[in-house]
T-cell receptor
């Protein structure tokens, strides 16, 4: 089975722009979660989608949004980029998202905001 | 709220030695899952091992074992016979039953010396 894939792998944007990141989960997985990793704050949960519905949300401003499509692929969008949004964005998938399930991560998208 | 503490920012170990990475957690919930992930410099989070709060036996996966002491709220990762390829960041994480939100510790950078 193919693993979680994320595109693009690297991205450079300037302040004020917006960006869309894509995540394709493992085949058959219906839960997709997003995390932000920075040197200062570590790994932080952004949100989780299951069957096209957002089920959980972390403590991030409304500039961070996401969606999930009927094939379970997910996108996250960050509008009005700030320098502090520079980070590694990781996507993870699991079968049903039942809490005790293991989440499998993709390679991440490294975003640099100038 | 849940919290994960990893008190070892960095560890240096000789190849073929066993190594223990410490993890303590804090939660008032009775049902939760504990995970260990490995993150090489490439950035991808690799799942290593899982322990459920109701599991009576310590989890093992090949060279990895989890020393689970529920009363002390600790979930230390033990790597037997370390290899050069084990050099990476290691993260301890937990989630609650029914929630896909993983809470991560700050990580431990493990370096295996030849």
């Amino acid at each position: 089975k193919a693993g979680v894939t994320q595109t693009p792998r690297y991205l450079i944007k300037t302040r004020g722009q917006q960006v869309t990141l894509s995540c394709s989960p493992i085949s058959g997985h219906r839960s997709v979660s997003w995390y932000q990793q920075t040197p200062g704050q570590g790994l932080q949960f952004l949100f989780e989608y299951f069957s096209e519905t957002q089920r959980n949300k972390g403590n991030f401003p409304g500039r961070f949004s996401g969606r999930q499509f009927s094939n379970s692929r997910s996108e996250m969008n960050v509008s009005t980029l700030e320098l502090g949004d520079s980070a590694l964005y990781l996507c993870a998938s699991s079968s049903f998202g039942g809490g005790r399930e293991t989440q499998y991560f993709g390679p991440g998208t490294r975003l640099l905001v100038l | 709220a849940q919290k994960i503490t990893q008190t070892q920012p960095g560890m240096f170990v000789q190849e073929k030695e066993a190594v223990t990475l410490d993890c303590t957690y804090d939660t008032s919930d009775q049902s939760y899952g504990l995970f260990w992930y490995k993150q090489p410099s490439s950035g991808e989070m690799i799942f290593l091992i899982y322990q459920g709060s109701y599991d009576e036996q310590n989890a093992t996966e090949g060279r990895y074992s989890l020393n689970f002491q529920k009363a002390r709220k600790s979930a230390n990762l033990v790597i037997s016979a370390s290899q050069l390829g084990d050099s990476a960041m290691y993260f301890c994480a937990m989630n609650l039953q029914g929630a896909q939100k993983l809470v991560f510790g700050q990580g431990t950078r493990l370096t295996i010396n030849p």
